[in-house]
């Protein structure tokens, strides 16, 4: 009888591992996802294109799983402390980590949308591969906190974030400009990638910073989603 | 101090989203009310009274994990905490989505002629949307929150006109304008699918299902 606690003990950590897994898993997809929706928009792949749109129920169903463990683990462990706070930030997170999905989603969408035709000028191209390129380290970097809860990765993260909204910021500033040849239809294709981007960004933040919360009991910034 | 008894934070919680979606319908109206008049300093009162929304969902997270710890509720219960704890998320979003609505009035931006009855009715059925979110999560109407789909019908319609007037070859208003206005028309769609989103919680903590699982 002695032992019985324990090895209840180890189920309990087991289960809130696999949920750490399952979200940590979500992020690798959703990484996976932002690079093949880049690659679509820059290569003009329209079967790359379609391979994100219907991968993304994958991403759906993990996060049906995470909510699941969570709320088995709520309703028959009843957690508290610091176990507590990871069950409520793997709530938060599973959301945040399948709106991502869905961005890379409407990224793929508007690759194919215009196919044959590319969506991107030229001349914009490198930013959008540079986006692309910081979004899916953002994605990958959520994993890890995720799996370590690492607090340098996850500072990594907000300098990431700098650096997708200063992308983001210029991208306006090339739209805007005078020398803009392309005409309103490819602008307003173009604002909306970006914000795309910047949001998928804004998500992978949010993750890791509930994650520093569970850590250090301290928030380390805003939830900007 | 004794933490309060389960009722009592579940009633505390239902009338906390309701007032924040109160407060994102307000938010929103005023700031739709700034962009079509000009007026920058209703936009600016409204970019300052988003802490306020924000403050709301920070209590609705404190009351939920209260909750959670100090009676590990089951069934029911639990899932009107977990619901309330994502409604909250919904709810500050709309909140932000109304402060970047009025960030565009501040920056003096008027609009065309051709696209202002576009955004007073997107802001209009967006505040309609706002308003029965709020009744929903305050009354647990789960007939009222299927209303909300089909306004949302209504919006995506709106949404896509918009796109439709931006990429008509006879629009005469430059990118800048149709950056803006894309910004802006998006913002509005957003609001309503968080409004949408906050419903679809309510009904599943009420009857445990998706809404879409279930006929009413």
Same mark, same amino acid.
């Given at each position: 009888?002695?032992?019985?606690?324990?090895?209840?003990?180890?189920?309990?950590?087991?289960?809130?591992?696999?949920?750490?897994?399952?979200?940590?898993?979500?992020?690798?997809?959703?990484?996976?996802?932002?690079? +093949? @929706?880049?690659?679509?928009?820059?290569?003009? /792949? &329209?079967?790359? $294109?379609? %391979?994100?749109?219907? !991968? *993304?129920?994958?991403?759906?169903?993990?996060?049906?799983?995470?909510?699941?463990?969570?709320?088995?683990?709520?309703?028959?462990?009843?957690?508290?402390?610091?176990?507590?706070?990871?069950?409520?930030?793997?709530?938060?997170?599973?959301?945040?980590?399948?709106?991502?999905?869905?961005?890379?989603?409407?990224?793929?969408?508007?690759?194919?949308?215009?196919?044959?035709?590319?969506?991107?000028?030229?001349?914009?191209?490198?930013?959008?591969?540079?986006?692309?390129?910081?979004?899916?380290?953002?994605?990958? +970097? @959520?994993?890890?906190?995720?799996?370590?809860? /690492? &607090?340098?990765? $996850?500072? %990594?993260?907000?300098? !990431? *974030?700098?650096?997708?909204?200063?992308?983001?910021?210029?991208?306006?500033?090339?739209?805007?400009?005078?020398?803009?040849?392309?005409?309103?239809?490819?602008?307003?294709?173009?604002?909306?990638?970006?914000?795309?981007?910047?949001?998928?960004?804004?998500?992978?933040?949010?993750?890791?910073?509930?994650?520093?919360?569970?850590?250090?009991?301290?928030?380390?910034?805003?939830?900007?989603? | 101090?004794?933490?309060?008894?389960?009722?009592?934070?579940?009633?505390?919680?239902?009338?906390?989203?309701?007032?924040?979606?109160?407060?994102?319908?307000?938010?929103?109206?005023?700031?739709?009310?700034?962009?079509?008049?000009?007026?920058?300093?209703?936009?600016?009162?409204?970019?300052?009274?988003?802490?306020?929304?924000?403050?709301?969902?920070?209590?609705?997270?404190?009351?939920?994990?209260?909750?959670?710890?100090?009676?590990?509720?089951?069934?029911?219960?639990?899932?009107?905490?977990?619901?309330?704890?994502?409604?909250?998320?919904?709810?500050?979003?709309?909140?932000?989505?109304?402060?970047?609505?009025?960030?565009?009035?501040?920056?003096?931006?008027?609009?065309?002629?051709?696209?202002?009855?576009?955004?007073?009715?997107?802001?209009?059925?967006?505040?309609?949307?706002?308003?029965?979110?709020?009744?929903?999560?305050?009354?647990?109407?789960?007939?009222?929150?299927?209303?909300?789909?089909?306004?949302?019908?209504?919006?995506?319609?709106?949404?896509?006109?918009?796109?439709?007037?931006?990429?008509?070859?006879?629009?005469?208003?430059?990118?800048?304008?149709?950056?803006?206005?894309?910004?802006?028309?998006?913002?509005?769609?957003?609001?309503?699918?968080?409004?949408?989103?906050?419903?679809?919680?309510?009904?599943?903590?009420?009857?445990?299902?998706?809404?879409?699982?279930?006929?009413?």
């Amino acid at each position: 009888m002695a032992h019985y606690p324990l090895l209840m003990r180890d189920a309990y950590q087991d289960q809130l591992d696999e949920l750490a897994n399952v979200l940590a898993g979500m992020c690798d997809e959703v990484s996976e996802a932002l690079a +093949k @929706a880049t690659r679509s928009l820059l290569e003009v /792949d &329209l079967h790359l $294109a379609e %391979e994100v749109i219907t !991968d *993304d129920i994958r991403v759906d169903e993990l996060r049906d799983r995470a909510e699941e463990q969570a709320f088995a683990l709520l309703a028959l462990q009843a957690p508290v402390a610091t176990d507590l706070r990871i069950v409520v930030s793997a709530i938060h997170g599973a959301g945040d980590i399948e709106r991502m999905g869905d961005l890379a989603l409407h990224i793929a969408k508007a690759a194919r949308r215009r196919h044959p035709q590319p969506v991107l000028p030229p001349e914009v191209a490198p930013y959008f591969a540079e986006m692309g390129r910081v979004g899916c380290a953002l994605a990958r +970097k @959520a994993a890890t906190v995720i799996r370590t809860r /690492d &607090l340098a990765k $996850a500072a %990594e993260l907000e300098a !990431d *974030d700098d650096a997708m909204d200063d992308l983001h910021r210029h991208m306006f500033t090339v739209l805007m400009d005078r020398n803009w040849t392309h005409g309103v239809g490819p602008a307003v294709d173009i604002t909306l990638l970006a914000r795309f981007y910047e949001r998928y960004a804004d998500h992978a933040v949010a993750v890791s910073r509930r994650i520093v919360y569970v850590v250090t009991g301290r928030m380390p910034g805003p939830l900007t989603v | 101090m004794a933490t309060d008894p389960l009722p009592t934070q579940l009633a505390d919680l239902a009338r906390l989203l309701s007032q924040m979606g109160t407060a994102a319908a307000a938010a929103l109206q005023h700031a739709t009310t700034a962009l079509l008049d000009c007026r920058e300093r209703l936009a600016q009162q409204v970019i300052a009274g988003d802490a306020a929304v924000d403050a709301l969902r920070a209590r609705v997270e404190e009351i939920s994990t209260d909750a959670l710890l100090f009676h590990a509720p089951v069934a029911g219960d639990l899932r009107t905490v977990v619901a309330s704890i994502r409604a909250a998320g919904d709810l500050e979003r709309m909140g932000d989505l109304a402060l970047h609505v009025a960030q565009v009035a501040e920056r003096g931006r008027t609009l065309p002629a051709e696209v202002r009855g576009d955004f007073a009715e997107m802001g209009r059925v967006a505040v309609a949307m706002a308003r029965k979110a709020a009744e929903v999560a305050g009354s647990r109407n789960v007939v009222l929150a299927t209303e909300l789909n089909a306004d949302d019908d209504a919006m995506d319609e709106l949404h896509a006109h918009m796109f439709t007037v931006l990429m008509d070859p006879t629009w005469a208003h430059g990118v800048g304008t149709a950056v803006d206005l894309t910004l802006l028309a998006r913002y509005y769609e957003r609001f309503a699918d968080h409004a949408v989103l906050v419903a679809r919680e309510m009904v599943y903590a009420v009857t445990g299902e998706e809404p879409d699982t279930i006929r009413l």
